[in-house]
């Protein structure tokens, strides 16, 4: 059986560099509070909290003082700059340069029409909720109109002016059908920005071709991860016999059955999915079977 750990997978740049600046500081300090879970994985989440990272919420935040906080890849609204600055705590800004990026460029959209054109609305396609909307939001004072799929467009006012913007890891294709949908209806202005990650975007089709050439696949991922969802499903339409895991510890009898009839099992990932992580479970794969 030859077991291969896919090239593509694990953490995305972004991850890659608000963890980093984690170790970093933990490496110097011992102790590190990070708002909000660093990354969608349950065991990396773990790991630097054996190092001292503490996991806090917005009501933590507005009770700590004069504490280093990291901001996760994710980003974050302005709101919670100020609170920490109220309360003299330091930023560690793990903020993705280009979910940075994007914030700048929905903040100047917003600051250039909110007087003169305040019929324009700011559309951001993207899950409600999610951590990276919730900051892109906080860059219009929450007037941003979120919308999830392409079969939404139908709750925008097509007489008024239309600027979209996109959740960086959205799907290109949705994406697209999202702007084909209002061009269709609009009778106003319309502009619209492709602000997804090609980095993330490019990892579907990858992904897929991967799954395609092995026997049997194992993706690890965190519940938590939308990303990793989002994903998997994809995985499974290349190949029937794809199976979601967390960890090691999930490798059942039934799968290992499945794994031991392969001539070739693939090991894949999320963007917030460790290698480490893809490297344990092939490590007590190989040695169960």
Known sequence: ??????????????????IRRAENELQQTGQLYCLGDI??????????EDLGLETIDYDDLRTIHHARVLLRAH???????WIAEQNGNTIID???PVVKRLQERIAATYNAHKHDDPRAQIVIFGKRGHAEVIGLQGQTNNTAIVVEKPEEADALDFTRPIYLFSQTTKSLEDFHRLIDAIEAQRSGFFEWHDTICRAVANR???LKQFAREQDVVLFVGGTKSSNAAVLFNHCKDANAHS??????EDLTQDLLDD?????????????STPLW???QVRDKLTKLT
């Open 1 to 18: 059986m030859q077991v291969t750990i896919d090239k593509h997978s694990g953490f995305c740049a972004g991850v890659t560099g608000a």
């Open 39 to 48: 990354v969608h994985n349950g065991q990396e989440v773990k790991r630097l």
């Open 75 to 81: 980003g974050e609204p302005p709101s919670t700059y």
């Open 94 to 96: 793990g903020t993705c």
């Open 204 to 206: 579907v089709e990858q």
């Open 243 to 248: 199976y979601f895991l967390t960890s090691p």
């Open 259 to 271: 794994c031991r009839q392969a001539d070739k099992v693939g090991i894949c990932g999320a963007t």
């Open 277 to 279: 992580l893809m490297e």
